[in-house]
């Protein structure tokens, strides 16, 4: 069963710095590109940043470029997501799944919640 697990999330003031992780298993993971999704309140889930397991190439929205940094740990079969300068609008639960075509059922996330 193909399955990824976020945590990490919490509550942090602007400005400060969160460590997301995705732990990835029920499929190959070196053949697949990964991504973080985030769903704010009212909104729908948007893609913001997604690693290729195959190259290392990697994405970022223009919404956290610069602030977010993307890595993979191959032996352990986690993504993370560095969150750095962290801002309210940047509040909203973090998912993660394959990319682009999500393979798993979307899990709970992850909540992110920034206040000023």
């Known amino acids: 069963e193909v399955q990824l697990v976020e945590s990490g999330g919490g509550v942090v003031q602007a400005g400060g710095s969160l460590r997301l992780s995705c732990a990835a298993s029920?499929?190959?993971?070196?053949?697949?590109?990964i991504g973080w999704f985030r769903q704010a309140p009212g909104k729908g889930r948007e893609p913001i940043s997604c690693?290729?397991?195959?190259?290392?190439?990697?994405y970022y929205d223009e919404s956290v470029k610069g602030r977010f940094t993307i890595s993979s740990d191959k032996a352990e079969n986690t993504v993370y997501l560095q969150m750095s300068s962290l801002e309210p609008e940047d509040t909203a639960v973090y998912y993660c799944?394959?990319?682009?075509?999500?393979?798993?059922?979307w899990g709970q996330g992850t909540q992110v919640t920034v206040f000023s």
């Open positions: 799944n394959t990319f682009p075509i999500p393979q798993a059922d």
């Open positions: 690693i290729s397991n195959r190259d290392g190439s990697t």
């Open positions: 029920g499929f190959t993971f070196d053949d697949w590109a």
